[in-house]
């Protein structure tokens, strides 16, 4: 299995090499909706920066995205992201600029601050925002106390409206092909009115502005149990996730594995969530994890960093 995806991404790596020395020619023709034309073969990968216990931004070419990216609360035990990055954020200086969209995985304070949300997306009038009906609830509710107005923002707001138990819900935002299911909060059945959301999204091709094969999926703090993720296989199945993020929990448990090697469909998992105080168990699973902000990593065709240099040292 392991050297099955090995071989694989060495054969892409190879025909990646192969398309740039032929790019030149490749422009001459500017045939762009072509799957080989040279601009999708020069933004062919992804990258995902990691913010704070479940903030990441991913980039691919000119298009970016940021799951869960302001929230104040620690529970005394979750990354924080640092404050001269949220201040960068909230600046939309380099390279948090130009961000497509937001998305929220739930309303908890550990990811979400409508204070914060509102004021950026005032600020910055191309960022579109989505989220379930609670956040986008609570932002109202925010704007209305401080009477602020919400003329400006509305119609780049949206909702994701599911119930637990919906079919996958599926939207195009701003270029961005967004597909969520609604998956338990940990904890289940306790906290089962949390609408918390997994979202699959893939992001657009630079120029051209069409859906590339750079497809990441956020999990917020879904519940590890395959009963949950179960009734959702042809959506897992329809699309192949190059990276998802799931809560470090799914690591712990064999249900949880399995729902990461089994169903999602997904060819690398980077957890987030983690305690700053990162646990052994977590050491000890081997996973791939994020815990420092500013950690990068590059995604998209399986074509890891690790990916890379294990071709390299052939
Ligand atoms: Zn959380």
Same mark, same amino acid.
């Given at each position: 299995?392991?050297?099955?995806?090995?071989?694989? %991404?060495?054969?892409?790596? +190879? !025909?990646?090499?192969s398309t740039?020395? @032929?790019? *030149?020619i490749?422009t001459?023709?500017?045939? /762009?909706?072509?799957?080989n %034309?040279?601009?999708?073969q +020069? !933004?062919?990968?992804g990258?995902?920066t @990691?913010? *704070?216990?479940?903030a990441v931004m991913?980039? /691919?070419?000119?298009t970016?995205?940021?799951?869960?990216?302001?929230?104040?609360?620690?529970?005394?035990? @979750?990354?924080?992201?640092?404050?001269?990055?949220?201040?960068?954020?909230m600046?939309?200086?380099p390279?948090?600029?130009?961000?497509?969209?937001?998305?929220?995985?739930?309303?908890h304070?550990?990811?979400?601050?409508a204070?914060?949300?509102?004021?950026?997306?005032?600020r910055h009038?191309?960022?579109?925002?989505?989220?379930p009906?609670q956040?986008?609830?609570?932002?109202y509710?925010?704007?209305?106390?401080?009477q602020?107005?919400?003329?400006a923002?509305?119609?780049?707001?949206?909702?994701?409206?599911l119930?637990?138990?919906?079919?996958?819900?599926?939207?195009k935002v701003?270029?961005?092909?967004?597909?969520a299911?609604?998956?338990?909060h940990?904890?289940?059945p306790?906290?089962?009115?949390?609408?918390?959301?997994?979202?699959?999204?893939?992001?657009?091709d630079?120029?051209t502005?069409?859906e590339?094969?750079?497809v990441?999926?956020h999990m917020?703090d879904?519940?590890p149990?395959?009963?949950?993720?179960r009734?959702?296989k042809a959506?897992?199945?329809?699309?192949?996730?190059d990276?998802?993020f799931?809560p470090?929990?799914?690591f712990?448990?064999?249900?949880?594995?399995?729902?990461?090697?089994?169903?999602?469909?997904?060819?690398?998992h980077?957890g987030?969530?983690?305690?700053?105080n990162v646990?052994?168990?977590l050491?000890?699973t081997?996973?791939?994890?994020?815990?420092?902000?500013?950690?990068?990593q590059?995604?998209?065709?399986?074509m890891t960093?690790?990916g890379?240099?294990?071709?390299h040292?052939?």
């Amino acid at each position: 299995m392991l050297s099955k995806t090995k071989q694989k %991404s060495r054969w892409q790596l +190879a !025909a990646v090499l192969s398309t740039l020395l @032929y790019s *030149g020619i490749a422009t001459c023709h500017q045939d /762009h909706s072509h799957p080989n %034309s040279a601009i999708k073969q +020069a !933004a062919e990968f992804g990258q995902a920066t @990691y913010l *704070g216990n479940e903030a990441v931004m991913i980039e /691919h070419g000119d298009t970016k995205i940021l799951f869960d990216p302001f929230f104040h609360n620690s529970y005394g035990t @979750y990354q924080l992201v640092p404050e001269a990055m949220r201040q960068a954020m909230m600046q939309g200086q380099p390279p948090y600029d130009n961000i497509d969209a937001i998305f929220i995985s739930h309303a908890h304070g550990d990811h979400f601050s409508a204070q914060d949300v509102l004021t950026y997306l005032t600020r910055h009038q191309n960022t579109w925002l989505v989220a379930p009906n609670q956040a986008i609830e609570q932002l109202y509710r925010f704007a209305e106390k401080e009477q602020q107005d919400m003329a400006a923002i509305k119609a780049r707001l949206v909702a994701v409206p599911l119930n637990f138990g919906d079919q996958p819900w599926r939207n195009k935002v701003n270029g961005l092909v967004v597909e969520a299911v609604r998956i338990p909060h940990a904890g289940w059945p306790q906290r089962a009115d949390v609408e918390n959301l997994v979202f699959r999204v893939a992001l657009a091709d630079e120029g051209t502005k069409q859906e590339s094969n750079v497809v990441v999926m956020h999990m917020g703090d879904a519940d590890p149990d395959d009963d949950h993720f179960r009734p959702f296989k042809a959506h897992w199945q329809r699309k192949v996730t190059d990276t998802a993020f799931p809560p470090y929990w799914f690591f712990y448990s064999m249900e949880g594995n399995d729902i990461l090697t089994e169903h999602i469909n997904a060819k690398q998992h980077i957890g987030v969530h983690v305690p700053v105080n990162v646990p052994k168990e977590l050491k000890a699973t081997g996973k791939q994890f994020f815990s420092k902000p500013g950690q990068q990593q590059t995604i998209g065709n399986g074509m890891t960093k690790q990916g890379a240099e294990d071709h390299h040292h052939d």
